[in-house]
């Protein structure tokens, strides 16, 4: 429906609400993230009873807001002061936006834009002191935050995450991860690219997983499952990183992203079709033993496999003991999937 154009005007931008009470700093980091879209007469930009939380700005052209009967209650015209607040933004919406005439809007991540927010209004927090030595420290800040698993993270953890955090500088060549290292990082890519390895006893030589790029996260999987490394990340340029040592990443991050879930819980929520079951364990764990109807998506190929799921899903996710199924959440979350931990694993099965 919609196609993204050109920009807004940083100055048109600064007269939107809320957006005008942000910090210049953190405005300017929101602006260089926008896109103007375009839409035509008869669209909807979104529709009564959506849950879609975004925040719609119109820029140019007129809209209607109508109700569930298709009554239109309000014109709203671009360009005029009552435009420069979101449109219509009760959650879910209580009207339709459709369009008059030709329009271009913006659309922006409303849980993105609520923390930017919260942080500029609590005094405790100024970027500033935040490894002020990194100079793009703003950038992979708001990158981070536009992963769905840290929004979900209360701000004063986030606050107290990012001051807690470690700037390092890495050369190509260095050894970030070693597999079967006890874990003892999570980390940040700042800068530079990096290659996941895996070795195996059927492999003379070692596995290539991957390639990690700027802003990617790692290191979470033996943080959260108290294991041993599972692969060896080298550093394929010269870069930097953020690290969380495990003690702060366990309480400022796992603790507020695992939402636990008990079995009876899960089984009403499963058997309503609010839910599904997904098996993050072996194909002959899941064979000798699973939940009924139960997705099975082992724990090693969860990654590549991750595209494959349905975002309109819940999932509820499981093990044997909860340790497999924490890590495979936190993976999910950071995905942007609405995922749940069945408290103590399938150990727990009452059948």
Known sequence: MAQPISTISLEQFRKLTPINGLREESL????RRVTVHKAKPGDELFKVGSNSADSFYLLSGELELRDHAGVVMRALSGGSK????RIAHQIPRKFSARCHTEVTYLRIDSSLLDVMLTWDQTDS????ELHADQADSSDWMTRLLQMSAFQKVPPAHLQAMFLRMEAIAVQAGDVVIRQDEDGDYFYVLIAGRALVTRETPTSPKPIRLAELDRGSCFGEEALISDDKRNATITMLENGSLMRLAKDDFRSLLTAPLTRMIDRASADKLVESGAASWMDVRLPSEYKN???ADALNIPLFILRPKIDTL???????????????SK????VLTQKGYDVQVLKGGIAEDPE
């Open 125 to 128: 927090f100024e970027v500033d």
């Open 82 to 85: 009552d435009a420069e607040h």
């Open 310 to 324: 349905d975002k309109s899903k819940s999932y509820i996710v499981y093990c044997d003991g909860g340790r497999r």
């Open 28 to 31: 300017q980091q929101l602006y």
């Open 327 to 330: 890590v495979a959440a936190f």
């Open 289 to 291: 033993n699973h939940l």
